[in-house]
């Protein structure tokens, strides 16, 4: 099955983000060039893969970044006019939640699913009841969002603090089997050359023989 049938394209949070390619601005593009305002790296690396037409998903894994990272920087060059502000209102809803900038229900706000009046009393009844469970999970008992969507709200938080790093454990590995390679072949390289000389020394012994003989 192909992967955009495996995909709701309409649903998957992560998809949505993940595969949007931010635009910048004629501002991003003059502070890219000539970097007037002196930010740290990651904000004019985040850039310069824009203006290569990079996705979000592209430039977490080039950027070494995990996606909330990504994520906050993203807000932060909307808000500063260096990127276009998405078309698609689901981009900036998605990046605030990632962020921490906007809180579950305020999430659930953006994208129409519960009203602000029904959020504000969920919050009112919350504080009452001083329950340990996420609001989030009362929202789920209030009937105001499904299991579903609270779900994949902890899936999608929890998967954006990673960072796509290659597993350094394994650096050591991939050395210890080269430095075997490496000395099996410098042994044959040493055998050869031992090899090499023990002839040259016949050859050489032969030639001296043949000498004497011409001079006898």
């Known amino acids: 099955m192909k992967l955009s049938e495996d995909i709701d394209n309409d649903d998957d949070m992560a998809f949505i983000f993940a595969t949007y390619k931010p635009v910048l601005t004629y501002k991003g593009k003059c502070e890219l060039d000539y970097k007037k305002s002196n930010f740290d790296a990651n904000i004019y690396n985040i850039l310069n893969f824009a203006d290569a037409d990079s996705s979000i998903s592209d430039i977490v894994l080039n950027t070494y970044m995990s996606m909330e990272e990504i994520a906050n920087y993203f807000l932060f060059c909307v808000d500063e006019g260096y990127m276009q502000i998405p078309d698609d209102s689901r981009i900036l809803n998605i990046a605030g939640l990632l962020a921490g900038k906007y809180s579950t229900g305020e999430y659930f706000v953006n994208n129409g699913t519960i009203s602000t009046e ?11 009841e001083k329950t340990p469970k ?17 779900d994949k709200i902890l899936s999608l938080k929890e998967e954006a603090k990673k960072r796509f790093v290659l597993d350094h454990n394994e650096v050591p590995k991939i050395n210890q089997e080269y430095a ?3 000395d099996k072949y410098e042994k044959q390289i040493e055998d050869l050359k031992k090899e090499n000389l023990m002839l040259k020394n016949k050859l050489n012994q032969l030639l001296a023989m043949v000498k004497n003989n011409d001079n006898e």
């Open 118 to 128: 029904q959020l504000n009393d969920a919050v009112g009844n919350f504080k009452n």
């Open 180 to 182: 075997k390679i490496a």
């Open 134 to 150: 996420k609001f989030g999970q009362f929202l789920v008992d209030l009937g105001l969002i499904s299991q579903k969507q609270f």
